[in-house]
């Protein structure tokens, strides 16, 4: 079976470019790059260039790049460090919308260590409540942590201007950009962000490489402690075929930003056009021009996302749902249920992630498979049912 990929929010497929570039490292050049001898000196030296490819894809200095295991590090490692650096601040702001990787470690630094958290709320159609979040930074805000762009949506935020504000009130500035790296132009020496969370797998490298900047001069104490690695920042042997495989993704990745935002935006619209032209009660959730060029969360009503996936599933065609199944119960996304976005369709909305390695017969597919599933779906749903009764 031919596999229709258009999940790549979640992951990525490690781009052949990169694959090569990593290969030498794993049988050639398997030197500790810490080691003093010149075997190993040539690993140091990838690694270091790999630093530059990183730092000049999001506009930072090599200096400025700390390399971590993925996104989820780069989060904890930055709101620990601004917690740690300012131990007298017991305030930590944050959104309603943000990835798990800082929405559970916020909540969890509530519950159990003592902080207070406040988490911003959004609009209908995904955009910050700006007033609110101003207005609850104070003297004992630690730390703001806003992402750059929103994984099930795709809509932006204006993180610049955030930084700016926060920075005037004495408060370190954090931004999870896992999903806005390389799909959106970046220049961080221009901005007031502190530090940013970046990584590998959402941009066509390997899982188990990703990085945090960290802004020359913002306080910071490590996550992980242990030897010299990472000029004191990161313990741990760098892991060096993924971060010279990250920084050939992230030379790839500067190169194809005007692919992602010409060509994978038009693919991307025309799916959602097509769906939305032959499937009735059917929306597009959050805003539909601020967003990433590569991302749409389309709510089907009256269906269950889980069943579409199945069916999607049995033809080739990887997609996501909006809502997430646990154990013995079925809850929306707490992304949709920021947005106010109505029961009937939170249970029923998918997310369609493109790349640069999707073409028009990929859409066309999912064009000619999609209506007909949700026709079926419907036929048998309980919630159709319902509504019809009422």
């Not at 700390?66 to 305030?91: M, N, R």
């Not at 990787?101 to 509530?110: D, F, M, P, Q, Y």
């Not at 500035?173 to 990584?199: C, R, Y």
Request: with cysteine; aromatic share 8%.
């Amino acid at each position: 079976m031919n596999i229709t990929y258009l999940d790549n929010n979640a992951t990525t497929r490690t781009a052949p470019e990169v694959v090569e570039k990593m290969l030498p490292f794993y049988t050639e050049y398997y030197g500790n790059p810490s080691s003093m001898y010149g075997f190993a000196g040539y690993v140091a030296k990838k690694l270091a260039e790999a630093r530059i490819k990183t730092a000049q894809l999001i506009g930072a200095s090599a200096e400025e790049i700390v390399f971590t295991s993925c996104g989820t590090e780069s989060d904890s490692t930055a709101i620990y460090a601004a917690l740690q650096s300012y131990p007298h601040k017991k305030h930590i702001l944050t959104t309603r919308v943000e990835h798990p990787a800082v929405k559970s470690l916020c909540e969890h630094l509530s519950a159990k260590k003592g902080y207070r958290v406040t988490f911003v709320p959004v609009d209908g159609k995904g955009f910050l409540d700006l007033d609110y979040l101003y207005d609850h930074i104070t003297d004992d805000t630690a730390i703001v942590s806003v992402m750059w762009a929103n994984n099930e949506t795709g809509v932006i935020f204006p993180v610049e201007d955030i930084a700016r504000v926060v920075k005037k009130r004495g408060a370190v500035f954090h931004t999870d950009a896992v999903q806005a790296v390389g799909k959106i132009p970046m220049n961080l020496a221009d901005t007031d962000i502190d530090m940013l969370s970046l990584s590998g797998h959402k941009l066509h490298a390997p899982k188990g490489a990703g990085a945090l900047y960290i802004r020359k001069g913002t306080k910071f104490a490590p996550f992980l402690i242990g030897g010299h690695q990472e000029k004191g920042r990161r313990g741990g042997t760098e892991n060096t075929a993924s971060i010279v495989g990250l920084g050939k993704a992230c030379e790839l990745a500067g190169e194809r930003i005007e692919e992602e935002n010409t060509r994978v935006r038009a693919l991307r619209d025309k799916l959602e056009t097509e769906i939305l032209k032959q499937v009735p009660h059917t929306v597009i959730n959050g805003d539909i021009h601020n967003r990433l060029p590569n991302t749409t969360s389309i709510g089907f009503e009256y269906v269950e996302g889980e069943s579409i996936l199945l069916m999607l599933n049995e033809l080739g065609i990887c997609a996501s749902s909006g809502s997430a199944c646990t154990s013995g119960s079925l809850e929306p996304s707490h992304v949709l249920r920021a947005l106010g976005v109505p029961f009937t369709i939170a249970h029923g909305s998918i997310r369609f992630s493109l790349s640069v390695y999707n073409s028009d017969a990929d859409i066309d597919f999912v064009i000619e498979q999609l209506p007909p599933i949700i026709e079926k779906l419907r036929m048998i749903s309980p919630f159709r049912a319902q509504e019809n009764q009422t």
